[in-house]
């Protein structure tokens, strides 16, 4: 007997800029619906023809309903206000362990435009973890330095 899956017990609340409201859930397969119940395309969740595949692949990979919400930020195109709604009837969910939260907010960190580096403790092997945190911060500062578009007012 196979354990089912926590991630497909979430019910993902998706709100558009008109108020209009649809729900992403699992169903033998991620679907989205319309409020009065009418089954919509992924699009309808404000992911975009583009993204519908590589957000199923994501979606799939979740075992957490913390990812699933992740994951669907990632891929959607911003116009939307994506909550974790409710959880199935019946469905026991246990805490996000310390990874699945951080896959989280990372996700939320890249998509409101921060750039994220994570190094877990295996791959320090017994580096000074502030040491590495500030020689990324002068190496980034650096490169953005060298890399940045110069603003109008710098070009002069």
């Known amino acids: 007997m196979t354990t089912p899956n926590p991630a497909h017990a979430a019910v993902i609340k998706i709100t558009d800029r008109d108020g209009n409201v649809k729900y992403l859930h699992y169903q033998n397969g991620w679907v989205c619906h319309l409020d009065n119940g009418q089954a919509a395309s992924l699009t309808f969740a404000g992911i975009s023809d583009k993204q519908v595949q590589a957000c199923k692949f994501a979606l ?5 309903p913390a990812q699933v919400l992740a994951a669907v930020r990632r891929y959607a195109a911003g116009n939307c ?6 959880l199935l009837e019946g469905t026991e969910v246990s805490p996000p362990s310390l990874k699945d939260r951080l896959t989280a907010l990372i996700g939320e960190a890249r998509d409101a ?7 877990n403790p295996d791959e320090l092997i017994g580096v000074s973890c502030d040491d ?3 020689h990324l911060v ?4 650096t490169f953005i330095d060298d890399t940045r578009e ?5 070009e002069e």
């Open 60 to 64: 799939a990979q979740c075992q957490h």
């Open 132 to 134: 590495l945190e500030q």
């Open 138 to 141: 002068m190496e980034g500062n």
């Open 113 to 119: 435009g921060y750039a994220v580096v994570l190094f």
């Open 150 to 154: 110069p603003d109008e007012d710098e």
């Open 81 to 86: 206000i994506y909550e974790l709604e409710s």
